[in-house]
């Protein structure tokens, strides 16, 4: 009975280590940084310095002028084919969950704007990736604006019932096998 109790004390401290994990790595990114979702910015750029994981935020913040179209692969991307978005934003702050590994396409629905270039291709890696940027020179190029803060811990609180779910079986049958 006294190692039951202090098995599922130890579950709940690494559940809760996890949670905290999480929370700590959850960012928000908002597209093109200062400048925002705009012909001007340089997506390439911006998003070669950010690195997405599952549970971070996309923020397109943008004038009237624009909208937020989401294109299904990246032919469609290239080729500024909007026949077959996914899906369509506007309104000029929209927030976007990134929730698992994989590329995503964005554009401006706006006409002429795709073709522009203002569009950004987000690759996500996986949760456990190391923190450092993939493939980019870290060196000093023009001004890292800083364009990443923290979520608050609230927004993963779906992770942990999720990971509760699936560790709490687990751990029960290891126990039983002790
Ligand atoms: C991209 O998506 C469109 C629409 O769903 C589809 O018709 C096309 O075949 C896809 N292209 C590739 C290369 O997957
Ligand atoms: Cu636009």
């Not at 935020?57 to 909208?67: D, E, I």
């Not at 923190?131 to 609230?154: F, K, Q, R, V, Y």
């Not at 609180?157 to 687990?170: G, Q, T």
Request: glycine share 8%; net charge neutral; proline share 4%.
């Amino acid at each position: 009975m006294e190692g039951v109790f202090k098995f599922y004390l130890v579950f709940v401290f690494a559940t809760l280590l996890l949670m905290n994990k999480e929370a700590m790595a959850a960012t928000q990114h908002v597209v093109g940084g200062s400048q925002g979702w705009d012909q001007s910015t340089d997506f390439t750029t911006w998003a070669s310095g950010q690195t997405f994981k599952p549970g971070d935020q996309l923020v397109f913040k943008y004038t009237a002028l624009h909208s937020v179209v989401e294109l299904p692969n990246e032919s469609a991307y290239k080729n500024c084919n909007m026949g077959n978005a996914l899906n369509s934003l506007n309104g000029g702050n929209n927030v976007v969950k990134i929730d698992k590994p994989g590329t995503r396409y964005f554009t401006c629905g706006t006409l002429g704007h795709c073709a522009q270039g203002m569009k950004v291709k987000i690759t996500t890696v996986s949760a456990d990736a190391s923190s450092s940027t993939p493939g980019s020179s870290s060196s000093s190029s023009t001004t890292p604006t800083p364009t990443s803060t923290s979520i608050s811990m609230a927004s993963s609180f779906s992770h942990f019932a999720s990971i509760l779910m699936v560790a709490l079986p687990v751990f029960h049958v290891i126990f039983i096998m002790l």
